[in-house]
């Protein structure tokens, strides 16, 4: 029977894709400092930052080059970290919960069979919660978000303590533009259970960013993260004895990515010095980890994307004797 962690299996290759990404960043960065040290080796002088750039006309320019650096930055920076970088003005809606795959035929006639007989079962038992949980992540994968949307509706009812079931809730809400019903649902599942679970207070936190709420998601992710450095001190001991005794320390959520969640809802909500507060204490904590520059030089770019357009603006409507500027 289909179960219902749908939702973050589908991620999974995003994970391995942003590991990748994250190697290959390495790989570059490691291969530019090797260039820089041969460079001054080969100098044997240290290097006049403040002197001119001297033209070279057999390569290209030094703005050119410059540019296309910054465009690959920011590309892969989205393409990598979407869900916690800064975004100014792009709409959150944009960022679909609920990963889309196109079926085989094979899968698709597997999930049509499975549903028919978990809806047989539903005719006979309507609450039945193993029938509903299945019919609903059946249908989430054949995309019949509303239909599902019914049945989780039903089982949260039948189960109210279930927070997978909330959390694929708020991603079918999501999908359906339901932004409201999915951060009622996302709460929920945070509620539900004692652990903070980073899929549901990311997906939180783009349902309130959808709703134009950035005020109360950044308030989400300041209580939840209030909550991890206190579960972070109080388990700390309990860890060490538990390390000493050879058991496996249980998987915590990275609080660079939780800083960063926060960061991207202070952008959305205006607040961008706030937001670069964070990323400058990401830095200053984690000066090994490279997501706090890149999420800081974003960010300013994003400021200077919409001075510029706002300059742009203002200069196209200044008229002079009597003729405006085009």
Same mark, same amino acid.
């Given at each position: 029977?289909?179960e219902?962690?749908?939702?973050?299996e589908?991620?999974s290759?995003?994970?391995?894709?942003d590991?990748?990404?994250?190697?290959?960043?390495?790989?570059v960065?490691?291969? $530019?400092?090797?260039?820089k040290?041969a460079?001054?080796?080969k100098?044997?002088? $240290?290097?006049?930052?403040d002197?001119p #750039?001297e033209s070279d006309?057999?390569t290209i320019g030094?703005?050119?080059?410059?540019?296309i650096?910054? @465009?690959?930055?920011v590309?892969?920076?989205v393409?990598a970290?979407?869900?916690f970088l800064?975004?100014? *003005?792009v709409?959150?809606?944009?960022? *679909? $919960?609920v +990963?889309?795959?196109k079926l085989?035929?094979e899968e698709e006639a597997?999930?049509?069979s499975?549903?028919?007989?978990?809806?047989?079962?539903?005719?006979?038992?309507p609450?039945d919660?193993?029938a509903?949980?299945?019919?609903?992540?059946s249908l989430?994968?054949l995309?019949?978000?509303e239909?599902?949307s =019914?049945?989780?509706?039903?089982?949260?009812k039948? #189960?109210p303590?279930?927070?997978?079931?909330?959390?694929? /809730?708020g991603?079918? !809400?999501?999908?359906l533009k339901d932004?409201?019903?999915?951060?009622?649902?996302?709460? *929920?599942?945070?509620?539900?259970?004692?652990?903070?679970d980073?899929?549901?207070?990311?997906?939180?936190?783009?349902? /309130?960013? @959808?709703?134009?709420?950035p005020?109360?998601? +950044?308030?989400v992710i300041l209580?939840?993260r209030? !909550?991890l450095?206190?579960k972070?001190q =109080?388990r700390?001991?309990d /860890?060490?004895?538990?390390?000493?005794?050879?058991?496996?320390?249980p998987?915590? #959520?990275?609080?660079?990515? +939780?800083d960063l969640?926060?960061?991207? @809802?202070?952008s959305?909500w205006?607040h961008?010095?706030d937001?670069?507060?964070?990323?400058?204490?990401?830095?200053?904590e984690?000066?090994?980890d490279?997501?706090?520059?890149?999420?800081?030089v974003?960010?300013?770019l994003?400021?200077?994307y @919409?001075?510029?357009r706002?300059?742009s !603006?203002?200069?196209?409507?200044?008229?002079?004797?009597g003729?405006?500027?085009?």
């Amino acid at each position: 029977m289909p179960e219902l962690r749908t939702g973050s299996e589908n991620r999974s290759g995003k994970q391995v894709m942003d590991k990748q990404f994250l190697q290959k960043v390495e790989a570059v960065r490691r291969s $530019a400092l090797e260039k820089k040290k041969a460079e001054e080796n080969k100098d044997y002088q $240290a290097i006049d930052y403040d002197a001119p #750039i001297e033209s070279d006309k057999s390569t290209i320019g030094f703005g050119t080059r410059v540019g296309i650096g910054v @465009a690959v930055v920011v590309f892969g920076l989205v393409f990598a970290f979407g869900d916690f970088l800064p975004y100014g *003005s792009v709409s959150p809606s944009k960022e *679909s $919960a609920v +990963v889309k795959q196109k079926l085989s035929q094979e899968e698709e006639a597997k999930f049509k069979s499975e549903l028919q007989g978990f809806e047989a079962t539903l005719s006979k038992s309507p609450n039945d919660p193993t029938a509903l949980e299945g019919a609903a992540v059946s249908l989430v994968e054949l995309g019949e978000y509303e239909k599902a949307s =019914t049945y989780l509706e039903k089982l949260v009812k039948v #189960i109210p303590d279930k927070a997978e079931a909330y959390r694929l /809730l708020g991603e079918v !809400k999501f999908e359906l533009k339901d932004y409201e019903g999915s951060s009622s649902s996302y709460k *929920s599942a945070l509620s539900s259970s004692d652990n903070i679970d980073f899929e549901v207070l990311r997906g939180l936190t783009n349902a /309130l960013l @959808a709703a134009k709420k950035p005020d109360q998601a +950044v308030d989400v992710i300041l209580s939840c993260r209030q !909550k991890l450095n206190e579960k972070s001190q =109080t388990r700390l001991a309990d /860890l060490e004895a538990a390390n000493d005794n050879g058991v496996q320390k249980p998987q915590d #959520i990275d609080p660079i990515q +939780v800083d960063l969640l926060l960061g991207k @809802a202070y952008s959305d909500w205006g607040h961008i010095s706030d937001a670069v507060s964070v990323y400058d204490k990401l830095i200053n904590e984690h000066p090994e980890d490279f997501r706090g520059y890149l999420a800081k030089v974003l960010i300013k770019l994003l400021g200077d994307y @919409a001075i510029s357009r706002s300059l742009s !603006k203002s200069f196209s409507t200044i008229k002079i004797e009597g003729q405006e500027l085009s």
